[in-house]
């Protein structure tokens, strides 16, 4: 079975400073998805940012980008030029590309907060 | 787009008790996911639905949970005889197929948030 670990219950950035958030995985399988959700106070939860496993180049959106180490079964977000919207638990989820299975993995979270 | 809807949105019963919550996905996606979410944790599937078919199922779903998509339209997701440890958030995605790998991207409505006492 695979398993998401998330060592960082909590982290805390500077308004407009970079933090990266730590997500590794354990799995057997050769091709699947990552994903980082956000998940703000009381709000519903929202896709950050996904990476195939078969693709090299590492995802980027906006201020958001990921550092996929396949071999190290790695994936961490950074966040540039943090805003006070970025605060929120973030969530590190594994999909496999086998067929018919589409359920998400996730890790336990992480919690962001942003300081003026 | 109106996005996912889930109602109740909170529920507080007493343990004994059976529940019933209701979720409405985007109307175009024929895929619906329930997921339970207790405090702390990361979301933990239960079962997905692909149209009116039930996929799969976590053996997290013991035999008081079930859930139900009769039309391939909304689910209902029903918890028998309620006790203390099911009190978590229930969250309930959607996705289409149709769209290739990664990008059948399951988005999440807010929730149900059921406090058993």
């Known amino acids: 079975a695979q398993t998401v670990t998330q060592s960082q219950p909590e982290m805390s950035v500077q308004e407009a400073e970079t933090v990266t958030l730590s997500c590794t995985y354990d799995t057997s399988e050769s091709d699947y998805y990552l994903f980082w959700y956000k998940q703000p106070p009381s709000r519903q939860m929202i896709l950050v940012i996904r990476?195939?496993?078969?693709?090299?180049q590492n995802a980027t959106e906006n201020r958001f980008s990921v550092n996929f180490q396949k071999a190290a079964k790695s994936f961490s977000l950074k966040i540039s030029d943090s805003q006070l919207g970025d605060a929120a638990m973030y969530f590190c989820?594994?999909?496999?590309?086998?067929?018919?299975?589409?359920?998400?993995?996730f890790g336990k979270g992480t919690k962001l907060t942003v300081n003026p | 787009d109106t996005g996912v809807s889930q109602d109740p949105r909170h529920k507080i019963t007493k343990r004994g008790q059976n529940v019933t919550f209701r979720c409405d996905p985007i109307s175009e996606h024929n895929r619906l996911y329930w997921y339970r979410q207790t405090l702390g944790q990361g979301p933990e599937f239960l079962t997905y639905?692909?149209?009116?078919?039930?996929?799969?199922k976590s053996r997290l779903l013991s035999d008081r949970f079930s859930a139900e998509r009769p039309k391939g339209s909304f689910s209902t997701l029903e918890i028998q005889r309620t006790e203390q440890g099911d009190s978590a958030m229930y969250l309930c995605?959607?996705?289409?197929?149709?769209?290739?790998?990664?990008?059948?991207?399951?988005?999440f409505g807010p929730g149900t948030r059921l406090t058993v006492l």
């Open positions: 995605a959607s996705s289409r197929t149709g769209t290739s790998g990664s990008r059948n991207e399951q988005f």
């Open positions: 989820a594994y999909r496999s590309a086998r067929g018919g299975s589409e359920k998400l993995v």
């Open positions: 990476q195939e496993a078969y693709k090299q």
């Open positions: 639905f692909q149209n009116e078919a039930q996929l799969e």
